[in-house]
């Protein structure tokens, strides 16, 4: 097989459209991948965590947060993943990682900086397992990774589901410190998950409105190309001190001016206190 895929089968017309609309060359794609070289494969090996998406009934991108002791991920082949994990069901996106949905993984080391990202779609899904088929591969540059260090806390109990209908404070005082999220966005071509980062403070609260700097990184635009043509997102936000995770999801809206920004307009969300078996220690570069 071709190691690398032709940029003009792999991007979309969104992606393409955000690519024109940001004034940058469609890039040559190169590094994106029909299956994982060794190196992701051993790598998502590693981690004890992993970022992933899906669609609800309705058609929202979702994403969680799957985590294990490092060894839950395993890689088969270079184009499947097999991922360990315990049944949860308070995590309302579980039950949408069945046999046949699209997913978004992205895999991700705050110690070191490292990111890769796999989308295909579910071949099995039970209590104890998801089979991934591998449809694109393709590394990630380290910018804008704060580092941290993970220990294992413990599986401890399934966490509670905390519904909430715009942004209530809980979620503004996350938001309001976070360095880090992980954005869920689609089209018809499937789902996409990625990693977002900056000083803590970098996303910026107007109301019930987020604004996101969309600072520069490797030019594919996979999620503004992905909002270009469906402008639902979801994005996740992780309490590294404790565990908790938050969801909001809103639609939303591109400003392509020279201080490239995306807004989205809450509309609801969840929280999961204590729903990581993970503690996270900020260390210095």
């Given amino acids: ?25 469609t890039p040559q794609a190169l590094g994106i991948r029909r299956f994982m070289p060794d190196q992701h494969r051993d790598f998502f090996a590693l981690l004890p965590y992993v970022p992933i998406a899906a ?11 799957l985590a294990g002791l490092p060894g839950f991920i395993a890689s088969p ?41 796999a989308n295909g779609r579910v071949v099995a899904a039970d209590e104890q397992a998801l089979t991934l088929a591998v449809e694109q591969s393709f590394g990630n540059c380290p910018q804008y990774i704060n580092l941290r260090d993970a220990t294992w806390h413990g599986a401890g109990r399934p966490s509670t589901t905390q519904r909430f209908v715009g942004l209530d404070d809980q979620a503004r005082a996350l938001i309001g410190r976070a360095d880090t ?23 910026r609260i107007e109301g ?37 995770t938050l969801i909001v999801r809103g639609r939303v809206e591109i400003g392509w001016d020279s ?13 999961r ?11 210095a570069a």
């Avoid at 792999?10 to 060359?25: D, N, S, T, V």
């Avoid at 009934?57 to 994403?63: E, K, R």
């Avoid at 999220?181 to 996303?203: E, K, M, N, Q």
């Avoid at 969309?214 to 996979?222: P, S, T």
């Fill in 1 to 25: 097989m071709p190691d690398t895929i032709e940029a003009s089968c792999i991007f979309h017309e969104g992606e393409r459209a955000a690519q024109r609309l940001a004034g940058e060359p």
């Fill in 55 to 65: 669609r609800d009934d309705a058609g929202w991108p979702v994403p969680t947060m």
């Fill in 77 to 117: 082949d270079a184009m499947s993943l097999r991922i360990a994990t315990m049944a949860d069901p308070s995590d309302p996106v579980r039950p949408l990682l069945r046999a046949g949905a699209a997913f978004g993984l992205l895999g991700i080391d705050f110690s070191t900086r490292r990111r890769n990202r």
């Fill in 181 to 203: 999220f992980f954005v869920a966005s689609g089209s018809a071509d499937g789902l996409d998950i990625s990693h977002r980062g900056g000083p803590p403070g970098f996303v």
């Fill in 208 to 244: 019930a409105t987020l604004v996101v700097p969309d600072y520069r990184g490797n030019r594919f635009f996979n999620t503004l190309g992905n909002l270009v043509l469906d402008p639902r997102a979801s994005l996740l936000f992780v309490d590294f001190e404790r565990g908790d």
């Fill in 259 to 271: 201080e490239r920004a995306w807004r989205l307009k809450v509309e609801d969300g969840w929280r």
């Fill in 273 to 283: 206190p204590g729903a990581l078996p993970l503690r996270w220690r900020e260390r």
